[in-house]
């Protein structure tokens, strides 16, 4: 599901960047450490800021990355092409991620799955593409957020079938990862850090 108007201007925002760096970033690196070296994907990237905080606080030697609305991408490659970087990029579900199986490292998520009405099937492709070992770092909004009547109305996310914290980490141990480290924020915001058995 692409974002709407209203989405797209808080993703594009300076406080969106603020955010992700100086907290979502933060509370990841803590919980799952850095992987330096190592071949990355970024689900759902939007604008690519999350690429360029990959790349600094983690330590990544490569990040690939997609999503499923093609203005975003094209933006990436221009952020991407002015940092003389050449991630590999491309439009893409991430219910069906067009990589080989046991590719990465490491598969981050910042606020993607949620937008996903399968996002179950959205775990098991991200299960699949990760090397045995790998790990995946995720944030995600909690229902509480998706579902409260203002919001609600001015986001546009899918409203049924929607998971809290135990039925993610439920739904993350079913398709064949071990959950290494979760926490969640007021039931509106989810961060996990799971490992591929």
Aim: proline residues 5%; contains cysteine; charged residues 25%.
């Amino acid at each position: 599901m692409q974002l709407n108007f209203l989405e797209r201007l808080f993703i594009l925002s300076p406080l969106r960047r603020f955010l992700q760096d100086h907290f979502e970033m933060r509370r990841l690196l803590e919980m799952g450490g850095s992987i330096k070296g190592s071949q990355v994907l970024e689900v759902g990237c939007g604008p690519g800021f999350g690429i360029d905080l990959i790349f600094r606080r983690f330590g990544a030697a490569s990040v690939d990355a997609f999503d499923i609305d093609p203005k975003m991408v094209s933006r990436v490659r221009q952020r991407q092409n002015e940092k003389n970087r050449r991630p590999l990029l491309w439009v893409a579900n991430v219910r069906h991620i067009p990589v080989v199986n046991y590719r990465y490292d490491a598969v981050f998520n910042f606020g993607a799955i949620h937008h996903v009405v399968d996002w179950r099937a959205a775990l098991g492709e991200i299960h699949r593409v990760l090397k045995p070992g790998g790990r995946f770092y995720c944030e995600e909004i909690l229902p509480r957020f998706i579902t409260h009547p203002l919001i609600g109305r001015l986001m546009d996310h899918p409203q049924k079938d929607r998971f809290d914290e135990p039925q993610f980490n439920d739904a993350l141990r079913k398709t064949g990862f071990t959950i290494e480290s979760s926490r969640q924020l007021a039931d509106l915001y989810l961060w996990v850090v799971a490992t591929k058995a």
